[in-house]
């Protein structure tokens, strides 16, 4: 049964019991009974409608034999609440872990991570005093997918794979997070000018998503340039969406440069089950002894209130977090003399917190969030005509001193005797047959492009009786790749001097 505020069962839904958003949360390790405890407080305190199942994850569980730090009726208290708040986990040394986060993001498709990074100038100390931005990672996609292979003794390969849904999925996210939290622009990172089809295609869905949201601006900048920008001048940012591997580089280039790593929460999110936690660890090395900063956690909860549409609630504890950072009650982490105001362990952090409920910061900027939630879903498009127009065969081939002249002359015989034509060979990309230039240095690894000879579109048997051919030539065909177009456009790149 599902039991998300806006999905009540009708049975329930009279009930008071049930007004409560159903919440499961995991104290973890060290420094997080303490936090979470404290970040309990507040919700209570603000009156956030919420509810707790508790579970047990991280170091405990770990020791009990569950080797991704989650015993299994945990599981299924997640995916019926829906809402997750987790504080940090110890990661027990030695092998044959895994990483609870990572095991928890891909079994339950949690395809976005929201990691908001901000200065609090000059009330905590900051090389950057203009940062507010946020990174939206896609999750699951890019190069992260884990396929690859060792083809050839010289040469390894990985896929990248991009989809229109993902990629759709994220960067509406991206969209939707941006009106939800008043944010003014989005800017889309790929490296789209070298890998025109798979970023290609994540910066395309960008510009149609973004006709969509015409109040906010939008615009596009390569990764590299936009890394270098992102450290030297992150106030230029406001919300920033990419590709999972760029993402990843990103978030922990931003965590550095905003020096408040201890203030910052961070989200994954799915199309059911959202994860909310801080950005550091379990901190052991203070636990125990009420000296934690809870507010990682802390902003964590704003952020899943604002993601189950109790936008006013986390408005309320931001505020007045806020606030309390401006009154320069400052825990020991962020505490700087002259700078701060009073010194305070955890649980006087908290109260602190809780008497200014209601107040709002007077000089950092008070935060305003738009009521009703972030829900997104990708379109449904129509299939689009698809023609199978060629195959690009690659071979493993360490004959002949690697004269491509001569690989070449050999598959354009085979290949005229079964009715194709062989349009060009690349190695590393670049083509070296006909017309290559002697100085190309050439791998194991060949890259050879048959097209029909009567132009026409093929199909899969004329495709088998190719590679028939060629392997009867003595050649040793490692993989093969079909080029299609869409719609009639080319669903496949040209080689360097194609
Ligand atoms: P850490 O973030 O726990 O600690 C780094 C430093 O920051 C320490 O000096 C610590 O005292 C301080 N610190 C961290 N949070 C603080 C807070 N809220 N208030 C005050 N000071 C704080 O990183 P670590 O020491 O590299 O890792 C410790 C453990 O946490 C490891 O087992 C690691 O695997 C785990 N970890 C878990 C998560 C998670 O659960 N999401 C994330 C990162 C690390």
Redesign the pocket.
């Known amino acids: 049964m599902s039991t998300t505020p806006d999905t009540l069962a009708p049975e329930t839904a009279a009930t008071e019991a049930t007004t409560l958003t159903p919440v499961t949360i995991a104290y973890?390790d060290?420094?997080g009974p303490e936090?979470m405890e404290a970040t309990l407080k507040i919700l209570e305190a603000a009156g956030a409608p919420l509810r707790y199942d508790v579970i047990q994850v991280g170091k405990a569980v770990y020791e009990q034999g569950y080797t991704a730090g989650i015993a299994p009726e945990a599981w299924e208290i997640i995916r019926r609440n829906k809402v997750f708040l987790?504080a940090?986990?110890?990661?027990p040394q030695g092998g044959g872990y895994k990483s609870?986060?990572v095991t928890i993001r891909k079994s339950l498709n949690l395809f976005a991570n929201v990691r908001p990074s901000k200065s609090y100038a000059p009330y905590v100390a900051s090389q950057h005093p203009g940062m507010n931005l946020t990174i939206i990672r896609e999750n699951e996609e890019d190069l992260y997918a884990g396929i690859e292979h060792r083809q050839t003794p010289e040469v390894a390969q990985i896929l990248k794979l991009i989809t229109r849904p993902g990629s759709e999925r994220i960067i509406r996210y991206a969209f939707e997070y941006a009106r939800a939290y008043g944010r003014r622009k989005v800017t889309c990172m790929t490296k789209d000018n070298i890998m025109k089809i798979t970023d290609g295609l994540f910066h395309r869905v960008f510009d149609e998503v973004a006709a969509e949201y015409p109040e906010i601006e939008h615009e596009h900048q390569i990764i590299d340039i936009g890394a270098a920008r992102l450290a030297a001048q992150p106030e230029q940012f406001d919300v920033i969406v990419t590709l999972n591997l760029y993402g990843d580089i990103l978030s922990d280039i931003a965590s550095q440069i905003a020096g408040s790593?201890?203030l910052a929460g961070s989200a994954n999110i799915g199309d059911e089950v959202a994860m909310f936690?801080?950005v550091?660890?379990?901190?052991?090395?203070?636990a125990g002894r009420d000296?934690?900063?809870?507010?990682?956690l802390l902003v964590a909860a704003t952020q899943m209130l604002v993601h189950i549409g109790h936008a006013d609630v986390a408005e309320r504890i931001k505020n007045a977090w806020l606030r309390t950072l401006e009154d320069g009650i400052h825990?020991?982490?962020i505490y700087r003399p002259g700078l701060s105001h009073r010194e305070v362990g955890t649980r006087a952090f908290t109260q602190a917190v809780i008497e200014r409920l209601g107040e709002r910061p007077r000089h950092l900027q008070p935060v305003t969030y738009r009521p009703g939630g972030i829900r997104v879903r990708a379109r449904a498009l129509p299939r689009p005509d698809k023609r199978f127009v060629g195959v690009d065969v690659f071979i493993d081939w360490d004959e002949a001193g690697r004269d491509p002249n001569a690989i070449g002359e050999r598959l354009q015989a085979a290949a005229n005797a079964v009715g194709w034509r062989l349009k060009m060979i690349t190695n590393r990309g670049v083509k070296v047959y006909p017309d290559g230039l002697p100085e190309t240095f050439c791998t194991d690894h060949w890259r050879c492009r048959f097209l029909p000879a009567d132009g026409e579109e093929t199909a899969f048997p004329r495709v088998l009786a190719l590679l028939g051919a060629i392997h009867e030539a003595g050649f040793d065909v490692i993989k093969t790749e079909h080029l299609y177009t869409f719609d009639g456009e080319r669903g496949y790149s040209l080689g360097q001097g194609e």
Request: avoid cysteine; charged fraction near 15%; aromatic fraction near 0%.
């Open positions: 973890g060290g420094i936090i987790k940090p986990i110890t990661t609870l986060n790593v201890g936690e801080a550091h660890g379990s901190a052991p090395d203070i000296v934690a900063n809870p507010s990682g825990t020991a982490d």
